[in-house]
């Protein structure tokens, strides 16, 4: 117990705050999951469950370009799309030859995160030569391109393959036991639901891990370098460019693992799902949770999206209060007048404490 | 004896709600029906039988899910109210069945829809009426079925909905009927030699119908000469789409579009001249009804639609009085669909105590209560009599069949056709 | 060809004059402000209820929509962005999200979803240029671009206030030191914004007669996009921004594609800050080390 002790005393603050988070996650899942098996948690509850996993897994992507890497990116959702749209393809694909839900579920989380990463690539080279608000606007704009693009696809799979189109469904010329996978506006029929939670909190730890052992890695420090002072960390011959790329990419494919079982969750998804206001809803739980605060992060999108479906007995009044809320959260997270009152407070309930010990 | 009374007494409320179902422009099969009922039920107060007296009684739980916010709201609270006022109705007859209704908002998004429909599961409702829009409604149907929950949805429209799933119905018609309809409605008539369509290329219930409508035309030989789309971003200016349309000559502009753009369509091309023939569908029903809205500019467009608000039978007029005196706007089509969502279903239980003694819904969980609805709606023996059809009967594959009404639009009001 | 020209333009004058507003805003605050549609949608509505309800003269009914979205403006200034003065923009910026959700929200109770239609408020006749023609409220919309364009051209470099702003939009800290209140002089650029909110409400319900609590939303980012486009913060820039936008919409649709006009703009937009990055009439930014 004594060695244990020492070990954690031992690690550097930033592994100690990566454990923390992993607990964080596993006691969640513990909680939940016990919770699920002796069916006493709310139908509302055990519905929300993988929505909350796919909301922290693309909010902790985004949080890696906002808050690490300090770009400011509207069109988070559009990769969310392209991986929901991409595991959705895969699964019904992969339906008759595997039959186990599961592996069918890592194969179209892999396939979704690969697409959604290409996705990130090809937009990222253009895109990341711009700076501040105008980069901002063109995520905005790729986002708006890749809904608009989903909006006009049709996939279908038969006997000869996929077939894809930007017409309709029958200018596919499948055969006729062909599928019709993806109409167009009408998005994705008839899936078969595969995510669990258990898939979701995977997913989660997965990504804390992968984006935990960047930012402490020698990438992750050129990235913040970069954020901090650019033209300094060029001058120290930090390749701005690649860097920023790879945490934009990096966060592309997170972005499309989570879409991948955000679509195999439901059983219709439609490509409108995945617009600007979706990419603002994830960038809410990143700026709530604090910029570039990987367990805030995890909170912030946890509380925020149960807070609608909690506010649900104000009826008609509940958009409108989770507008306030949202507004008072600001304003007292970010007011220096209030932060002083909050530290006070703090550092008053810290001193009794103390004292409480001696 | 008095249970002789309460059943006469609830036989006479029963054949007051039938007939409030039935329209008096065909009184003839409105009384059919209740005379019908009258006999069944005096059956089964007469044999004193242990099967019951053929009542439903306690306390029933209806959710209802459609988007209360957002972009959709408009249709989400359409039906929200008027199945409210159908539940007020139901409740001030006095029968023994009392009915719940607890609306949740799904913000017209599949994910918020599932979470709404939980939290019904956890109000433990016993039915649900919804989902008001074609997706979310694919999205919970799922999980309704996955469940044993019955579902009756007043507008979802789309084949999607019903697809593979016994335990969902619709009210409305499904895209394909409606689109096939159109397009043959304008072949037999003559309505047009050379047809343009402008649809919103966004929205699956507008996509459903088009496609639908294109196939039916190129079968049949209707010349479709344009086809433009716009989504709910670009839903503001239309002249590219109009001028595409004139240009090639249509004669008729099919409008498989909600009302809102509908109405833009109209003012501008007015502006611009261009005066060919309007057709529309059942989500054009409330145009008129936009406030401040110049229906001189409806003029003579034509639309297929089972409902409208300014028709002259009471017991669309009494809805119509009921909805404007309670929310003060005039009621859509939605309105009406969900109205008649809420005495389906009601009319379903009657029916099925009727034939098998009685029926105590308290307490009664949902599985229990979504065979029998089923066994109910799929009978082809059970009809309803609503605003938006009369005898309304379902195929067992969830679809309803009632006649699609053609009207056209004179001097500010719906003639019939 | 022609038609599409002018159908272009009248869109465009609509984003334009939204755009307007925006741009006034960033330049001199630094904030996106996302309500900026929202509050043009409650224009709308002010107009709408004082020229349906109370029967008022349209200029009376446009005045009133100015004065409730001046007011209106100055209030989420004062309750939400003001204490945020120190705070990082992205705060602001989920803020004004916040005040977005707010106001449609708001309106949704208000006015219930049910569309209005807008009344017709501008009764000059539309102009014919040989084949295609000009309805009169693209040609106020214009008109309107025009002289709030040089109107505020003016009043930022030559007014006292004005130039007061410039000063805040180069350097707050300098401005500060110079003797200029900012915190006032945002607040005042805010209810100037807002006003022309009230303006673009009504032109913007004028050429498309219908209002719903969504009305301001999708204008609001495309007008965005058209001030981006211009260079935000660029008063020019607005205006061509918006109109270049709505020309090449009306064309994407025309000869391309009615279902990817949308791709089209955004990608126009990539393709014009990717070859100058700070939009077309930007000021290229200088870096300090």
Known sequence: MKNVLKKWTSLSKNSRDGFINYGIVIVFFVIFQSLLSTKSLSNSLSGQLVPICVYVVVALALNLVVGISGELSLGQAGFMGVGAFTGVIVSTCLQSSISN?????????????????????????????????????????????????????????????????????????????????????????????????????????????????????????AIMAIRDNRIAAEACGINVTKYKLIAFVTSAAIAGAAGALYGLNFSTIVPKKFDFNTSILILVFVVLGGIG??????????????????????????????????ILVMLVTNNEKAKQLINRVLVKLKLRKAKEGE | MKKKLLSVVLAATMVFSLVACGSSESNSSAEGASSESVATTTDASGDVAPAGDGAVTGTLKLGLIGPLTGGAALYGTACANAAQLAVDEINAQGTGLTVELNAQDDEHDAEKSVNAYNNLKDWDAQAIVGCVTTTPCVAVSAEAYADRMFMLTPSASSTSVTEGKDNMFQLCFSDPNQGSASAQYIYDNGLATKVAIIYNNADAYSTGIYQTFKAKADEIGLEVVSETTFTDDTANDFSVQLNAAKDAGADLVFLPIYYTPASLILQQANTMGYAPTFFGVDGMDGILDIEGFDTSLAEGVLLLTPFAADATDDLTVSFVNSYKSAYGDTPIQFAADAYDCVYAIVAALNFYAEKNGALNVDGMSYDELCEILISVFSDPNFSVDGLTGEGMTWTAKGEVNKAPKAVVIKDGAYAGM | MLTNLINGISLGSVYAIIALGYTMVYGIAKMLNFAHGDVIMIGGYAAFCTATYWNWPP?????????????????????AYKPLREATSLAVLITAIGVSYFLQNSALLIWSSNPKSFPNM????????????????????????????????????????????????????????MGINVNQTISLTFAIGSGLAAIAGVLLCSAYPTLMPTTGAMPGIKAFTAAVFGGIGSIPGAMIGGVLLGIIEIFGKAYISTQLSDAIVFAVLIIVLIVKPTGLLGKPVREKV
């Not at chain 1, 605060?293 to 509940?318: S, W």
């Not at chain 3, 200029?59 to 309750?79: P, W």
């Not at chain 3, 295609?132 to 109107?151: D, E, F, K, R, Y």
Request: proline share 3%; with cysteine.
């Open chain 3, 122 to 177: 501008i009764s000059i006749p539309s102009i014919t240029v040989g084949s295609a023609q000009i309805s009169g409220t693209a040609i106020v919309t214009i008109l309107a671009n025009i002289v709030i364009m040089i109107a505020l051209t003016i009043f930022t470099s030559k007014t006292k206030v004005g130039k007061a702003m410039r000063a805040v939009s180069e350097d707050k800290g300098a401005a500060q030191l």
């Open chain 3, 59 to 79: 200029a009376f009914a446009v005045l009133f929509a100015i004065v409730v979205c001046t007011a209106l403006g100055i209030i989420i200034e004062k309750l």
């Open chain 1, 101 to 221: 839900g599961p592996i069918r579920l890592i194969f179209a989380i892999i396939f979704g995160a690969m697409i959604a990463g290409i996705a990130g690539l090809l937009i990222g080279i253009p895109v990341l030569r711009l700076r501040g608000d105008y980069l901002a606007i063109v995520t905005l704009a790729f986002g708006e391109i890749i809904k608009n693009i989903l909006n006009c696809l049709y996939v279908g799979v038969d006997s000869h393959g996929l077939h894809f189109g930007m017409v309709d469904i029958p200018s596919l010329g499948m055969e006729a036991d062909g599928i019709t996978i993806i109409n167009g506006p009408m998005g994705a029929v008839g899936i078969t639901k595969i995510s669990t939670f258990l898939a979701g909190i995977i997913l989660v730890i997965l990504t804390l891990v992968i984006i935990q052992n960047l930012i402490n890695s020698r990438t992750g420090r």
């Open chain 1, 293 to 326: 605060n990987i367990r805030g992060t995890l909170i912030a999108a946890t509380v925020l999206y149960i807070l609608p479906e909690l506010l649900r007995e104000f009826a008609d009044y509940r958009m409108l209060i989770y507008a306030i809320v949202l």
